[in-house]
């Protein structure tokens, strides 16, 4: 059974930085992509950031620059660095997890079957 569980969500002001974490049980393939997605408040579900089992990565517009998505195999853990954060990163976060290969990942909630809790950013101005 595929479990992903994040961590590492808070408050935080305008211009600080987070990482959050994403741990893998249960993924038994090599091949892969990850993702970073959230979701505000009236607001549908959006791709932040991906990366592929080769470690190609791929951003949204409006976090690139900001954003690093990374992954250490050896701990089956996804993160992802947010510096600069802004009033409109205020989301819950989730990781997502699939079997398929898109090189550099896909930001496309559709194209993945493994998905994390969620972990709520806040950030104030």
């Known amino acids: 059974q595929v479990q992903l569980v994040e961590s590492g969500g808070g408050s935080v002001q305008a211009g600080g930085s987070l990482r959050l974490s994403c741990v893998v049980s249960?993924?038994?393939?090599?091949?892969?992509?990850m993702g970073w997605f959230r979701q505000a408040p009236g607001k549908e579900r959006e791709g932040v950031a991906a990366i592929d089992s080769e470690g190609s990565t791929s951003y949204a517009d409006s976090v690139k620059g900001r954003f690093t998505i990374s992954k250490d195999k050896a701990k089956n853990t996804l993160y992802v660095q947010m510096n600069s954060l802004k009033p409109e990163d205020t989301a819950i976060y989730y990781c997502a997890l699939d079997h398929s290969f898109v090189v550099g990942g896909s930001l496309d909630s559709g194209d993945f079957a493994y998905w994390g809790q969620g972990t709520q950013v806040t950030v104030s101005s």
């Open positions: 249960g993924y038994a393939y090599d091949t892969y992509v």
